[in-house]
């Protein structure tokens, strides 16, 4: 059981601490340079895990195995990053942007599992969209 719930409370904390350290990115400072600091600290601590949870293995070894993933992923990356510090400098509140997003996406992934992963749209997913978009709705009325 606490296989399959810590990496939730990981990404939990972890969005908790990326949500707030990127609405306090200096509002003077380019977002493009404070990503270069950020993903040296990430580069670095990666680098780091690797080396202590895969003693024996060679790190070039584990390049070979990459795929257009990683790549993507990097590009993705980016986008997340500077997209939600430029939404708070826009003014969006951190309370609203990470679920604003959140439910949009869920909505999109929803189709994508459909699409390229073959799974099942059910009544109940069709429900939570129908859920996702009326609080949307509800979140952003003024």
């Given at each position: 059981?606490?296989?399959?719930?810590?990496?939730?409370?990981?990404?939990?904390?972890?969005?908790?601490?990326?949500?707030?350290?990127?609405?306090?990115?200096?509002?003077?400072?380019?977002?493009?340079?404070?990503?270069?600091?950020?993903y040296?600290?990430?580069?670095?601590?990666?680098?780091?895990?690797?080396?202590?949870?895969?003693?024996?293995?060679?790190?070039?070894?584990?390049?070979?195995?990459?795929?257009?993933?990683?790549?993507?992923?990097?590009?993705?990356?980016?986008?997340?990053?500077?997209?939600?510090?430029?939404?708070?400098?826009?003014?969006?509140?951190?309370?609203?942007?990470?679920?604003?997003?959140?439910?949009?996406?869920?909505?999109?992934l929803?189709?994508?599992?459909?699409?390229?992963?073959?799974?099942?749209?059910?009544?109940?997913?069709?429900?939570?969209?129908?859920?996702?978009?009326?609080?949307?709705?509800?979140?952003?009325?003024?």
């Amino acid at each position: 059981m606490i296989n399959y719930i810590w990496p939730l409370l990981l990404i939990v904390l972890s969005n908790v601490f990326y949500q707030v350290s990127a609405k306090s990115v200096p509002d003077v400072m380019n977002p493009f340079a404070s990503l270069t600091i950020t993903y040296l600290i990430g580069a670095m601590v990666a680098f780091v895990f690797y080396i202590v949870i895969n003693k024996d293995v060679n790190i070039i070894q584990e390049y070979h195995k990459a795929n257009w993933a990683p790549f993507v992923l990097g590009l993705s990356v980016v986008g997340l990053e500077v997209g939600f510090i430029y939404a708070f400098k826009a003014g969006w509140p951190v309370s609203t942007a990470q679920i604003v997003q959140a439910a949009i996406v869920a909505v999109v992934l929803i189709f994508v599992g459909f699409g390229i992963y073959h799974e099942s749209i059910t009544w109940n997913k069709v429900i939570g969209i129908v859920v996702c978009l009326a609080g949307l709705g509800l979140i952003n009325y003024r």
